[in-house]
């Protein structure tokens, strides 16, 4: 663990290394570039490819706090940034009467303090942190409102925020922000202009089973290949939702748990709910169909170690 951010795209790789994440050189440069420039980076992609996990790891290789503000339809001011303790600013006025030790504007002033403040994520980014300036995840930003994404875009050009009661509070130095987005809906052209952005597409079966050798190192190595294999012949299928990475090792993990050596039909039937996460997709897979594509996989196989 270190607390100085990597100077160069091979230091930025190893960094990714020490946290077990697989990275390719591009993905790498756009991270060297955020941190480098002290940027966002907006990362996109489809659920499951590894977006989150980059600021998870981030934070951890870095000994940094994590700040994740997950976002949700309706998120408003009073979640993401900040909030009156109204609850303990009523106690504070029950006693005070009782009291009668102070004038009107003075209880004011003090219910109106940081005393009283609820600092949500994006608030506590701005603060000084141990070990320097925090990890900020701002996730899945596509399934909030445009009036939010507006709002954010004026966060992220000056790290600062503006409390009526209090006054500007801003950072002494950025937090490191990524930003996630499954592409439900398309992020304002305004908001991507203030990041660096990367597409985080699936990966390829070779990079997908390195990433199975370091996610789940105890699948036997054989298994692992047609687990590669049977999740990227999905991929090529017309599924309502295709497996991500996250699922292809939950699948690895859980046939390890069965004692599986290798795959069969029966077994891939019984644990179709672990890779795939809607009904109307296991029905399609299920039977002969996964048959046919645990066929095509072993058969693969078997012509490139006779090649």
Same mark, same amino acid.
């Given at each position: 663990?270190?607390?100085?951010?990597?100077?160069?795209?091979?230091?930025?790789?190893?960094?990714?290394?020490?946290?077990?994440?697989?990275?390719?050189?591009?993905?790498?440069?756009? =991270?060297?570039?955020?941190?480098?420039?002290?940027?966002?980076?907006?990362?996109?992609?489809?659920?499951?490819?590894?977006?989150?996990?980059?600021?998870?790891?981030?934070?951890?290789?870095?000994?940094?706090?994590?700040?994740?503000?997950?976002?949700?339809?309706?998120?408003?001011?009073?979640?993401?940034?900040?909030?009156?303790?109204?609850? =303990?600013?009523?106690?504070?006025?029950?006693?005070?009467?009782?009291?009668?030790?102070?004038?009107?504007?003075?209880?004011?002033?003090?219910?109106?303090?940081?005393?009283?403040? $609820?600092?949500?994520?994006?608030?506590?980014?701005?603060? %000084?942190? $141990?070990?320097?300036?925090?990890?900020?995840?701002?996730?899945?930003?596509?399934?909030?409102?445009?009036?939010?994404?507006?709002?954010?875009?004026?966060?992220?050009?000056?790290?600062?925020?503006?409390?009526?009661?209090?006054?500007?509070?801003?950072?002494?130095?950025?937090?490191?922000? $990524?930003?996630?987005?499954?592409?439900?809906?398309?992020?304002?052209?305004?908001?991507?202009?203030?990041?660096?952005?990367?597409?985080?597409?699936?990966?390829?079966?070779?990079?997908?089973?390195?990433?199975?050798?370091?996610?789940?190192?105890?699948? %036997?190595?054989?298994?692992?290949?047609?687990?590669?294999?049977?999740?990227?012949?999905?991929?090529?299928?017309?599924?309502?939702?295709?497996?991500?990475?996250?699922?292809?090792?939950?699948?690895?993990?859980?046939?390890?748990?069965?004692?599986?050596?290798?795959?069969?039909?029966?077994?891939?039937?019984?644990?179709?709910?672990?890779?795939?996460?809607?009904?109307?997709?296991?029905?399609?897979?299920?039977?002969?169909?996964?048959?046919?594509?645990?066929?095509?996989?072993?058969?693969?196989?078997?012509?490139?170690?006779?090649?």
């Amino acid at each position: 663990m270190t607390n100085h951010v990597p100077e160069t795209i091979d230091e930025t790789i190893e960094l990714l290394d020490s946290g077990n994440y697989v990275s390719d050189r591009s993905l790498a440069t756009a =991270l060297h570039l955020s941190l480098a420039l002290k940027r966002p980076l907006f990362l996109e992609g489809e659920a499951g490819v590894g977006k989150t996990e980059i600021a998870k790891v981030l934070s951890e290789t870095l000994g940094r706090k994590l700040v994740r503000l997950q976002c949700y339809e309706g998120l408003d001011v009073a979640s993401a940034v900040y909030e009156w303790n109204y609850s =303990l600013q009523m106690v504070e006025i029950r006693l005070s009467e009782a009291v009668g030790d102070r004038d009107r504007d003075s209880l004011e002033d003090d219910l109106f303090s940081e005393k009283f403040l $609820i600092k949500r994520p994006l608030l506590q980014a701005l603060e %000084p942190s $141990i070990g320097g300036p925090p990890v900020l995840l701002i996730d899945e930003l596509d399934r909030t409102d445009e009036p939010f994404e507006a709002f954010l875009l004026e966060v992220l050009s000056d790290f600062q925020v503006t409390i009526p009661e209090i006054g500007t509070i801003a950072a002494e130095k950025p937090p490191i922000v $990524i930003i996630t987005s499954n592409r439900t809906r398309e992020i304002h052209d305004a908001l991507k202009r203030r990041c660096f952005y990367y597409w985080i597409d699936y990966p390829d079966a070779e990079r997908e089973l390195e990433i199975l050798k370091v996610k789940a190192p105890t699948a %036997p190595e054989v298994l692992s290949q047609q687990v590669v294999g049977f999740v990227q012949k999905l991929r090529e299928l017309d599924l309502f939702k295709q497996p991500g990475v996250a699922e292809t090792i939950d699948w690895a993990h859980a046939l390890t748990q069965l004692d599986c050596l290798t795959l069969d039909p029966d077994t891939i039937n019984n644990t179709l709910g672990t890779l795939l996460k809607y009904q109307d997709d296991i029905e399609k897979i299920r039977g002969s169909e996964a048959g046919r594509l645990l066929g095509e996989i072993k058969s693969e196989m078997m012509m490139a170690q006779s090649a």
